[in-house]
């Protein structure tokens, strides 16, 4: 009965109106409490100080400086800019094998205390302190004279203008002698052309310790205004520079030398613009790092 | 009859034209120079009402990050001819940076967010082709500024060898105090450059070797409660400390797996030590090594699939790898002397280790494999290598007699050409690095 008599009233009639307010009220109350105090709802600025939001920006136009790099070269001597080709890499003038400090006999180092016999046996064998033995043979030295070499090596590389580099050279102009370009090639000189490796090699600067030094070569197209100043360089393996971050940085350590101040203009002989007016560079690494 | 026509013309045409488009110069230049990369860090423009502090701070920090890898130059900023407020308005004068040989150009913006947080932004430009190659804009609160300032010199460093980065992560270590007979020997964590530093244990039990987890938020290490040396985990987040198991014996050199879900490790009894792995949630070790020589200095490859660790079963101490469980022990040295504490780069194409041969220690590294083993750091002792997260640098402690106290334990790092070694300062003596992965 009760039921049948709910139906028959009206949707709202005058004994709903009250109860209808009060639930109203009840749920803003509810929603406003909600609001005002539970944490998901209203995030609290100490609460996400971990996270940190970032955005990509964009080169936009407030830079209005954007001039052809030519200009710049003619207002800039390159002799003021361009580091003396004889300076050596920037290193820490020595490593630590080179001039260890001399051993203090009596005191041993004590890094990893010696709790028990057990320990010493086993965790702590190579804190032990250095004794001397005479007894073993120079292996030992063998393989830092090996290691040295190792480094020489690679300061030997450093050199700009060493022997290596012009037998090098010499080869590459020989391959180059022998290659189908070869009528083209030898229209430059062999000294015009050494004048312009080495022109480029003092403006190469290479980060050592580069990996994947072996395959990192990269050729770039040059495009080059008769007072041979750099009109257009670009990188012939576009697709590998977007998707290998190794090689772009190798690309754009390439692109930084040949629009370097100290390479604009080239050491091009002036006369033969035919010749030298679209070139490709390789720069290749391997024999550096 | 046609064909051979063409032919004809086609060859003549050869003879004629010989200068076509396609057939150019050709250089290959093999020789540059190995010098670090002159590199300008600005200060960073602070708008109205944002930190004036930080703008400061943070390009001095992103400079000394940068100086400190040795493949780059930062430019003296007393060189600098255009100054912040002029860069955010106008952008960079690409001739006046070219002027002071900068080749690379960093410039931020700092302004204050309605919510009272910084939105730091920056952006690196290639000088000489007046590009951007890179910006990013971070927002965080004013006491991360300095974490910022990392994660910046991350993005730098990434952009320009197209390798990643150690900047933003951690190093713990043990920081030693008092005389040498009763050290005291307390858990202390740093910033890689040595900044943000606080002690985690109080110093009252001995603690040693602290590896960090790849998930960051534990370290594992060994310590002397109670006079009972066991493996322990501390949580970073809450200071909570625990025991690693029930061992019988002694358990020693703790080492997380890659995935941070097993701790290997040693155990001793009776003189004899061998390697178990533990998984973190059945906590049910697995023992691993079955010898009557020491096996200890377990290490993971990077996946997880080898173990790297020291023995001396062929009579000298050496270094050997094996499958994860177990199988096909490979010995990777023969040289003389002694190996010990291996470390498997992240990398994985280097290991790590420390070599004791003629009265000397080194630091080197070896490929898996055992092949082109290098020294490249040595000293009075040196030990303890452990990688920065990219595995191009190494960080370890070095000791020196020094004056009445008898010597100094300083922490350094050095990168893989073995040129480029620095301290990295700490309150006092330390030693026992491990370099934490980049923080999340």
Known sequence: ?289 | MMIKKLFAILVLALFIFPGSASAELNVNVTQGTVEPLPIAVTNFYAEPNADREIAQQLPQVIGKNLERTGLFKPVDPRAFIQDAASIAKDGPRFGEWRAINAQALVTGTVTAAPDGRARVEFRLWDVFSQQQLSGMAYTTTKQNWRRIAHIISDEIYKRLTGEDSYFDSRIVYIAESGPLQGRIKRLAIMDQDGHNHHYLTDGKALVLTPRFSPNQQLITYMAYYNNKPRVYLYNIDNGQQQVLGDFPGMTFSPRFSPDGGKVVMSMSQGGNSEIYVMDLRSKRPVRLTNNSAIDTSPSFSPDGQRIVFESDRGGTQQLYTMNADGTDVKRITFGEGRYANPVWSPRGDLIAFTRLYSGKFYIGVIRPDGSGERLITTAWHVEGPTWSPNGRVLAYFKEVPSGREGKRVRLYTVDLTGFNEREVPTPGDASDPAWSPLNP
């Open chain 1, 1 to 289: 009965m009760a039921a049948a008599t709910a139906y028959d009233q009206p949707p709202f009639s005058p004994h709903m109106k009250l109860p209808l307010a009060v639930s109203l009220l009840f749920h803003i109350f509810v929603f406003l409490f909600s609001v005002a105090t539970l944490p998901y709802i209203s995030p609290r600025v100490e609460d996400d100080s971990d996270l940190i939001p970032v955005e990509i920006i964009r080169e936009d136009e407030r830079t209005t400086d954007k001039k052809p790099v030519q200009s710049e070269v003619k207002r800039q001597p390159p002799q003021q800019i361009e580091k003396p080709p004889e300076k050596m890499p920037d290193r820490p003038p020595q490593m630590t094998a080179k001039t260890p400090p001399k051993p203090v006999a009596p005191a041993p180092p004590d890094a990893v205390p010696l709790p028990s016999k057990e320990e010493k046996t086993a965790e702590t064998k190579a804190a032990q302190p250095p004794k001397p033995d005479k007894k073993k043979p120079f292996l030992i030295q063998d393989n830092q004279q090996d290691q040295q070499d190792e480094f020489k090596s690679l300061l030997k590389n450093l050199m700009p203008d060493q022997p290596a580099a012009q037998e090098n050279s010499q080869a590459q102009d020989k391959a180059a002698e022998s290659s189908p370009l070869a009528r083209f090639a030898q229209q430059m000189s062999g000294s015009e052309m050494d004048s312009l490796r080495s022109q480029l090699s003092r403006c190469w600067k290479l980060m050592s310790g580069a990996r994947n030094a072996e395959n990192l070569a990269v050729d770039i197209k040059l495009f080059i205004n008769p007072d041979r100043t750099i009109r257009d360089a670009q990188v012939a393996d576009s697709l590998r520079y977007y998707a290998d971050s190794h090689y772009r940085a190798a690309a754009d350590s390439a692109l930084r030398a040949v629009r370097n101040p100290g390479c604009n203009p080239l050491d091009l002989p002036p006369n033969k613009y035919e010749m030298w007016k679209v070139m490709t560079v390789t720069f290749d690494p391997r024999e550096m790092l």
